[in-house]
């Protein structure tokens, strides 16, 4: 059963902060909260292009053939606003027709109900026709006292969970993830959560890391070896358990949330991509548009709390996206899927105009000057990939 300090950490597992009590949060978010108003998409589209991919037969270690993925925390009712079954599978069935092949879920967004529903779409396709990625560390019990709800999931399935990092503990986590599907396979598992910024661990992070090197990571190793999945790496949202990871193991693929944006970059772009660089390893990007910040919503990386440096970014670069005839989210979307160490990006979506505006964001000519303003204003790294 989990704790009161899990549940009262809960939101700070992804990036909340610490000091708010999981209610006083949710609280919040109901009050400001909701779908929001749609970002429109501008600049010209090229109605033609197709969404990127990977030459996969380039690549040790495995990686994914779709570039643009979704990713299904919004799925599981995340940030309190509440989806219903028919909406989310109405938006899944747009992200297919718009061809995405690339999904990437877990256990813990809405306590399953993120699985079920990916479910309800992936598990009438065939297996070889899509990318699907879930997460181990957290193990699911049903209750008939199911957790309060929490700042992060509401209507959430009635599950407890407990932190598990060890081989058998993974073993079940992945079989419970393919029933709650209905699939035979996953092609990416990520160890999860697995950082300081997790309230629930704090620097206990460690202790639970050290059990991922007995269990999990040795495990995931050998279901990859067998062919039982295709490839394993770390879902976090601060480097620090990657950095310690290769320096012990060969791991293929990292999703990095909230790590590589348009805003906040460098530390990813100057230390943790040259270190995946060199050893062959890939990026998926988690929250390329900061929870949501960049789309318009009044958050920033799954908090309430807008730091000023931020707004002003965001507003000197909308300024200029204004000026060459786009919009920020637009470029936020082609700014993380650039650089050659990234291999997906996976940003969220609750309904079906979201989705769409997405993909119709990847197909947008940004012009060179765009980009070149914003290293001269210092807006982006000198460095830093940009879209040819």
């Known amino acids: ?65 779709g570039r643009m993925g979704l990713g299904g925390l919004a799925a599981g009712n995340g ?51 899509y990318v699907l990625s879930s997460k181990v560390g957290r193990l699911l019990t049903p209750s008939s006292e199911p957790l309060e709800n929490s700042w992060h999931w509401a209507d959430h399935s009635p599950f407890h969970y407990e932190y598990d990092y060890t ?46 090197a007995k269990g999990a990571i040795p495990e995931l190793t050998k279901m990859r070896d067998e062919g039982i999945i295709k490839g394993w790496g770390f879902g976090v949202n601060t480097p620090h358990a990657v950095y310690k990871a290769l320096e012990m193991s060969d791991p293929d693929i990292c999703l990095l949330a909230l790590q590589y944006s348009i805003l906040d970059h460098k530390q990813a772009l100057n230390k943790t991509f040259p270190m995946l660089e060199e050893r062959g390893i890939s990026a998926v990007i988690g929250a390329p548009l900061n929870g949501g910040f960049l789309a318009g919503r009044d958050r920033f990386n799954y908090s309430p709390s807008i730091p000023d440096p931020m707004q002003q970014k965001f507003d000197n670069i909308s300024a200029i996206a204004k000026k060459h005839g786009i919009d920020i ?60």
């Open 79 to 129: 940030f309190n606003t509440i989806s219903s079954d028919n909406e989310i599978l109405t938006m899944l069935n747009a992200a297919w027709d718009s061809g995405i092949r690339h999904f990437d879920t877990s256990p813990f967004y809405g306590l399953s109900l993120s699985e079920r529903r990916f479910g309800d779409l992936l598990r009438n396709k065939k297996r070889e026709d």
């Open 167 to 212: 081989a058998s503990g993974t073993r079940r986590s992945i079989e419970d993830t393919l029933h709650r599907i209905g699939v035979a396979s996953l092609d990416i598992v990520y160890i999860h959560d697995l950082s300081p910024q997790n309230s629930d661990m704090g620097e206990d992070w460690i202790s639970y890391f050290e059990q991922a």
């Open 329 to 388: 989210k637009t470029a936020a979307l082609q700014f993380a899927e650039a650089p050659s160490t990234v291999s997906g990006i996976v940003p969220g979506a609750r309904t079906a105009e979201q989705v769409e505006a997405n993909v119709a964001a990847m197909k947008v000519v940004i012009p060179d000057e765009f980009w070149q303003e914003l290293k001269a204003n210092n807006l982006i790294e000198e460095n830093a990939p940009v879209p040819a």
């Open 1 to 65: 059963m989990v704790s009161r300090r899990h549940f009262i950490k809960a939101g700070a597992a992804l990036g909340v902060g610490s000091f708010l009590g999981a209610s006083a949060f949710a609280e919040q978010l109901k009050i400001k909260h909701s779908t929001g108003k749609l970002m429109p998409t501008k600049g010209p589209i090229d109605a033609s292009t197709a969404l990127p991919t990977n030459d996969v037969s380039k690549y040790k270690h495995y990686r994914p053939e």
